[in-house]
C-alpha cells in the first residue's frame, strides 16, 4: 500500500512539474511574439526578393509595378492580410491588391520569420486605387470598420506583433486624413466604452511580398481562415473643415 501511494504521489508531482515547464514555455514564447525586437536584434533577412505571379487571380490586373500612372497606393494592417486583402479587392475602383510585410526592419522576410516577432514586420495588404472612384478617406472607414483598432499586438485570437493595426502612408495629405481619421474614430469608440486606439500611422517603409500562396488566400481557398472583425461602431467620412 505504502509502494502504490508513493508511485501516485512522484506520477502527481511529474505531471505538475512538466505542467508548470510547459506553462512557462508558452508564456515566454507569448511574451517574444508580443514585445517589438530593435532592429538591431531583428533577423538579418536577404537579398533575394520573393516571386509572385504577376496578374491577380480575381481582378486580372497587375500585381507587380509599375501600375498605371493616375492611380494611386494605400497600404494597411488589419490583423491577418487573407481576409484584408479581400475586403479590398471587392470595392469598386480597387485596381489591385497584394499582400506583404512591412514597417520592420529584416528584408525579404519569410512568412515563417514574421511569424517568430524577430522582423518588427507587420501584415499588410497594398492597395492599388483609382482616386477617381474610391477616396482614400472611403479606404479609411473601411479599414476601421472592418477590425478592432485597441488590441495592440493582436487582432482576436491571431497574437503577434505583426497583426498590431496599422496605417502606412504615401504623401502627407495621406497622413493628415488618416491622423484626423483616428482622431474621429476615437472619439466614436470611446462613446461606445471601447479603449485607446494602438494603431501605428507612419510614412510607408518599402513593401515586401508575402509567398505567392498567400495572394489571394481567400480566392483560392474558398473556405480559408478570415479573422476579420470589427467593433461595430460606424466611422465618420471625410476630413473636417474649420469654419
Not at 39 to 52: H, M, Q, Y
Not at 135 to 145: A, P, V
Not at 152 to 162: A, E, P
Not at 188 to 199: A, D, N
Request: glycine share 12%; hydrophobic share 30%.
Amino acid at each position: 500500500m505504502f509502494m502504490l501511494r508513493k508511485a501516485k504521489f512522484l506520477l502527481v508531482a511529474n505531471i505538475v512539474s512538466w505542467q508548470g515547464v510547459a506553462g512557462l514555455f508558452y508564456m515566454g514564447e507569448m511574451s517574444s511574439k508580443t514585445a517589438m525586437v530593435s532592429s538591431g536584434a531583428a533577423l538579418p533577412g536577404r537579398s533575394e526578393k520573393i516571386g509572385v505571379s504577376p496578374v491577380h487571380t480575381v481582378l486580372k490586373n497587375p500585381t507587380v509595378p509599375p501600375f498605371p500612372g493616375h492611380l494611386d497606393t494605400a497600404m494597411f494592417g488589419l490583423g491577418c492580410f487573407w481576409g484584408a486583402e479581400r475586403l479590398f479587392w471587392k470595392q469598386k475602383g480597387v485596381f489591385s491588391t497584394q499582400v506583404g510585410y512591412s514597417g520592420g526592419f529584416t528584408p525579404n522576410p519569410t512568412y515563417k520569420e514574421v511569424c517568430t516577432g524577430q522582423t518588427g514586420h507587420t501584415e499588410v495588404v497594398r492597395v492599388i486605387f483609382d482616386p477617381k472612384s474610391i477616396t482614400y478617406s472611403d479606404l479609411l472607414k473601411l479599414f476601421w470598420e472592418n477590425h478592432n483598432p485597441t488590441q495592440g499586438f493582436r487582432q482576436g485570437n491571431d497574437v503577434g506583433t505583426q497583426y498590431i493595426s496599422a496605417i502606412y502612408t504615401y504623401g502627407e495629405n495621406q497622413q493628415t486624413e488618416a491622423t484626423q481619421s483616428k482622431d474621429r474614430y476615437q472619439q466614436e469608440l470611446t462613446k461606445s466604452g471601447f479603449g485607446t486606439i494602438t494603431t501605428e500611422i507612419t510614412p510607408a517603409k518599402e513593401f515586401y511580398y508575402a509567398e505567392d500562396y498567400h495572394q489571394q488566400y481567400l480566392d483560392k481557398n474558398k473556405d480559408g481562415y478570415c479573422g476579420l472583425g470589427g467593433t461595430g461602431v460606424a466611422c465618420p467620412r471625410g476630413l473636417k473643415t474649420a469654419k
